[in-house]
C-alpha cells in the first residue's frame, strides 16, 4: 500500500523535527524511513527528494534561530569582542570553520559513497559506544566550563568535533556535544552551544545544497515542501526545548543504546536488502 505524498511528507518532517538535534543522527532515520517508504520513487527523481529533505531540515534550524533567537542576535551584532556575546560570536565563528571547509573538500566524496545504510548502520553503532564510554567514564561533577567561561581552545574542539558528522550517521549533535564533554564543557552548556553552532552551520549548508537544486522548486513541489517544512519546524521546537531541560538532569546513556539498537536494525534491514 503506498501513502498519499503529504502523509509521507508529515511523516519525514515530523522524524526531522524529531531527530535533527538529538544525538541520534536525523540522516540516518530520515535514509532508512525514504527507502521504506518509496519516497523517491514517489518524486520520480532522486534530486526532488534531496531537496525536500534539505528544505525540512531548513525548518528544524529555524526553530533553533527561534527560541535562541535574543542570544543570537545580540551575538551577531555585538560591537565589542570582550563582552559574553562578543566572545561568543569569535567562539562559533572558529567553531564553525573546521567543518565548513572540510565539508567543501570532502562533500563529493561523501555524498557518492558513504551516503548508504551500511555505513549508517556502523557509524551509528559506533558512535553509541562511543558516547556510553563517555558518559560511564567521566564524572559530570568534574566539568567546569560553562559557555561565558569558554575559551577559543575549546570551541576549536568542538568545531574539530563537528567535522566528524560529515560522515552520514554520525550525528552533528552527538558530535558536538560529546566533543565538548570531554573538553570539560558541563552537559548542558555543551548542548546548548551545540544547537547554537547548529544555526550557521547548517543553515550555511542547506542555502549551499538549495541554490543547486534550486531549478527543482517547482509549484508542484511547493505544497509538499511546505507541509514537511512546517511539520519539522514545530515539532523541532518542541523537541528542543524537552531537550535542554532533559540534559540538565540526565546523561546520554539511553541515547547511546538507542544508537546501537536501530544501528543494529539498520544493517540487518540492509543485509536482508530491505534498504539497498
Known sequence: MTLPIYIVAILLGILEGLTEFLPISSTGHLIVLDRLLGFRSMLGNPDKAELFEIVIQLGAILAIGAIFRKTLVSSLFSKSLETKAGRLRTHLL???????????LTHKFITTYLFGPLTIGIT????GIIIIIIEKTTREDKRTIVIDTMTWRDALVIGLAQTLSLVPGTSRAAATIMGGMLR??????????????????MLAASIYEMMKYRDLLT?????MIMVGFITSFVVALAVVAWFIRYVQRHPFTGFGFYRIIFGALVLALWAAKVLS
Open 94 to 104: 572558529i567553531a564553525f570553520l573546521p567543518a565548513a571547509i572540510i565539508g567543501v
Open 124 to 127: 551509528l553503532i559506533v558512535g
Open 184 to 201: 570539560g564543557v558541563k552537559r548542558a552548556s555543551a548542548t546548548e552551544f551545540s544547537f547554537l553552532l547548529a544555526f550557521p552551520t
Open 219 to 223: 509549484s508542484d513541489m511547493l505544497g
